[in-house]
């Protein structure tokens, strides 16, 4: 890894803006590439104030773990990794509920829990041994003007030191409020869905065995996903003001509420760690791509967590980005690239936020009927095996091409 010197212009291949979980994933997916990348994040080198890499945790697909297979970083992410191996869904205080096992669709789980923490502290690590990598953190960058030849701009770190910079491309990485997709005439269509997400690590009285919950109910989805130590994260969609309540409340008192709507699948409720919150939208902006500029990840599309979708679609942005960046000779950042990239992005992406918005919208619907059919829906869902294969397939993207490392496969440098 290099830092960049005050008085010399750096010359880059890449610069991405943002090093969170998809814009570093992105980096070290580009390592070996020949490319010159640079980093530019706001918040110190892995520090534990960083946005990206806070107490939650995320539900990694099958895909996701192939593609920090080929990375290399899954040897250090497994150790800290539960098995999802069956996913139990319910509605609170309704009849229907649908199981999936993931012995019965022929895969080992449909996915893998882990703290962002762990992820945050794997890609920092490597980001630590790149040779090719200049990275600034913590830096903002400035005065940043795009044309048909490149882009140019300046680092301004946080000593005051200014660094200008020429790059082919800029990904715009920096989360559900990009700045970069502003700076580069972006709009963004956003959908507040009212809800906040009330996130907690809970232990219980009984082993978890690789079990998921999704439990929809009046306020909101709750899911329980097991957690490597043993322990249980809860992540709990509801109203503002409940959720208000929710984080308010003492210890006894939030797992009182929680056992009270998810009842007792899980064993009882005994402790209950530090709560957190966040404010729920689908952000997704009108376009994925300016000049010489790309949009990935949460700078493209945020989405509610209820389908645990929004990073393993920022994955596999970052994973085909590195895909055609490595199939591109020369110019990384031409109209040619940026056009297949989101030609091949285009089906996945509108799928995965279809079927997001779709899930939150189903279970929200208080119209006479709607639980009735969400009923019938679920008691179907579980009597049909196509119906859960392809469910169980979901992990792997929605359609349209597959990224080579979420197949498996090396990335083909040309
Ligand atoms: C409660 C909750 C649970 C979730 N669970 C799951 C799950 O189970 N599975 C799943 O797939 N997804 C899940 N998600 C979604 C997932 O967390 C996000 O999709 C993911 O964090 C997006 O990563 P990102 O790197 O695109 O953006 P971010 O995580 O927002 O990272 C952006 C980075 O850019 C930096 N930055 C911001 N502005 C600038 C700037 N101007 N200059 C430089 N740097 C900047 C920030 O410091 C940060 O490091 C969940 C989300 C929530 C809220």
């Known amino acids: 890894m290099n830092t960049a010197s ?7 291949d890449v610069a991405i803006v943002g090093g969170g979980m998809v814009g570093a994933s992105l980096a070290v997916a580009l390592a070996g590439s020949g ?3 640079l980093v530019v994040e706001s918040v110190p080198f892995g520090a534990v104030a960083q946005p990206s890499f806070d107490e939650r945790t995320t539900a990694l697909g099958n ?22 191996r069956t996913i139990h869904v319910s509605e609170a205080g309704r009849f229907g509920f649908a199981r999936l096992s993931a012995r019965d669709q022929g895969i080992e789980a449909f996915g893998y829990v882990v703290s962002n923490r762990c992820i945050g502290a794997a890609l920092w690590r490597r980001l630590g041994t790149l040779p090719e990598l200049t990275l600034q953190a913590p830096a903002r960058i400035e005065e940043l003007a795009a044309t048909a030849e490149c882009v140019r701009f300046t680092v301004a770190t946080e000593s005051g030191q200014l660094v200008p910079v020429r790059a082919q491309l800029l990904v715009a990485a920096d989360g559900a409020n990009s700045q970069l997709r ?4 972006i709009e963004a269509e956003v959908v507040d869905y009212e809800q906040v997400a009330v996130v907690a690590t809970v232990s219980t009285d009984r082993a978890h065995d690789g079990q998921a919950f999704e ?13 490597h130590d043993g322990a249980l994260a809860v992540i709990w969609a509801c109203r503002p003001p409940r959720a208000q309540r929710l984080l308010d409340a003492t210890e006894e008192e939030y797992l009182a509420e929680l056992q009270a709507q998810f009842g007792w699948r899980a064993g009882r409720f005994l402790r209950a760690g530090r709560r957190g919150s966040y404010p ?13 500029t790309v949009l990935i990840g949460n700078a493209a599309q945020a989405l509610h967590p209820v389908a645990g979708q929004g990073f393993n679609l920022g994955l596999r942005d970052a994973a085909m980005l590195a895909e055609v960046i490595a199939g591109t000779a020369g110019d990384a950042g031409g109209p ?3 056009s297949r990239f989101i ?14 918005d779709g899930l939150v919208r189903l279970f929200g619907d208080s119209r006479p009927g709607a639980a009735l059919l969400r009923n019938l829906g679920l008691l179907l869902f579980d009597l049909a095996p196509p119906a859960k294969r392809a469910l169980a397939r979901v992990s792997a993207g929605f359609g349209g091409p597959t990224p080579r490392l979420a197949r498996g496969l090396p990335l083909r440098h040309v």
Do not use: H, Y
């Not at 005050?6 to 880059?12: D, G, Q, R, S």
């Not at 996701?64 to 990794?81: H, N, T, V």
């Not at 030609?343 to 997001?356: K, S």
């Open 6 to 12: 005050a008085a010399m212009p750096l010359e880059v």
């Open 35 to 37: 490319r010159r990348v």
């Open 63 to 84: 895909a996701s773990r192939r593609i920090f297979e080929g990375l290399q970083l899954w040897d250090r992410i497994a150790p800290e990794a539960a098995a999802i």
């Open 182 to 185: 502003a700076a580069a005439g």
């Open 215 to 227: 439990r929809f109910t009046d306020s909101g989805p709750l899911a329980v996903l097991p957690r």
């Open 280 to 292: 729920l939208k689908l952000t997704r902006a009108k376009a994925g791509v300016a000049v010489r």
């Open 336 to 338: 040619a690239a940026l």
């Open 343 to 356: 030609e091949w992005r285009a089906r996945d992406r509108r799928g995965v936020i279809g079927f997001t």
